[in-house]
């Protein structure tokens, strides 16, 4: 039967690139004017394992994953076929009700966090609904209120999460949530107090007896600060920073969005590079492979502070997302991709140390996995940052069927984090294409 006009017929979609612009100039909110990866419209049609195509056929390797959204491959095969067999049966259940699928992946994603506590989870959708959450949790649980966040880290754009944020730009100009505290983030290459833990802990100290009223809710951190400019924490500092926040009465919430779920290689986690156990951990991104899927995972004891009011969101726990989150843990595992993303990441890492001497404007290469960052510098000694030469090796790579980010304070990190399939084969192009861009954008 032709069902051309019927309710079943495909949605019509305009593929062509200045009426989808125009369409989100015309009908979409203009607060998203700003949040766009070049000057000239990209327009994704297709996806499939580490690669994107454009909507005029061209094939890029997908170094930012759809801002790390795609762990284990664009349209997975596995994560489809968990996600089309739930949404045949019943894509939605409300958690007042019971379903299976929640609980199922409860169990298995605690299964991936160190043995000990009697971890719980709780589903939300997105990485900034994570962050209130957790921050909820902290404040209900300790009977504290303030919260310390680092400068430079990313939590999300909604009102709690924005102001954890300590990057100006997301600020709107509207009063920011009480109770946030800003402390200096260690910086490995920027770093004011230099690259070592101890000085940034005594920072912490002061600003908890200076800054608060002596007892705090916790302190929320990145591992790795990703749109920060992929920053990791110096050894010994999230440490460090729980011995200080606990002592006053605070707990540690760890920010996984960008950090975790294989993504590091050496560990499933970013906090287990560091030697400590957070108490509460935010994940989203990732662990839905472009499904919006986040959650909160905590001690029992900590959830339990919340248990006696109402808690709830409408598709927190939806079971569709739930079996594309528990698709992703099995992909990872069947697939081997934390041990792929050590390797092919320590591959791209040379390649661009390698690059480094050649090239010294790549100030400093940096990063974890599949989770790397690149300063481009005016001069090497000096360390000025270079935005503008930034933005041009994006574009050159871009030519080159090569999609990366900009990150760091003054967006002049180079971002790769392509999805976790991502070949050696894959890095040698990257690292040939990253060659030629060098060379014509500096
Ligand atoms: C580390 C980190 N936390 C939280 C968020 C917020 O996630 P969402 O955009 O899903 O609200 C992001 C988003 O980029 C992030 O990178």
Redesign the pocket.
Known sequence: MDQEGSAFAPLPLDWETSAVAERRRRFLSPALASFVAYDEPVVWRRGEGQYVWDNEGRRYLDCMAQ??CISVGHAHPGVLSAVHQQMRELPHVTTAYHHPQPGHFAEELVATLPDGPDWVAHFVN????A?DLAVLLARAHTRNYELLALRDA?????YG?QTATGIGQARQLAPPAPGYVQVMAPHSYRGPLGPDAGPYLEELGRTIHTNTCGAVAGLIA?PIQ??GGIVEMPPDYLRGAAELVRAAGGLLLV?E??AGVARTGDHFWGFEAHGVVPDVI?L??GIGNGFPL?AVVTRREVAESMAARMFFNTYGANPTCCAAGRAVLRAIEQEGLQDNARLVGGRILRGLRTLQERYPRLGDVRGRGLLIGTEIVADPTTREADAAAAARVQLELLARGMVVGLCGREHNVVKINPPLCATEADAAALLEAMDAALTLAL
């Open positions: 801002n790390v997105s990485g900034a609904e962050v990313y939590h999300g754009m909604h999460a990145e990703g749109y920010d969005v960008q935010i989203s991104k986040a």
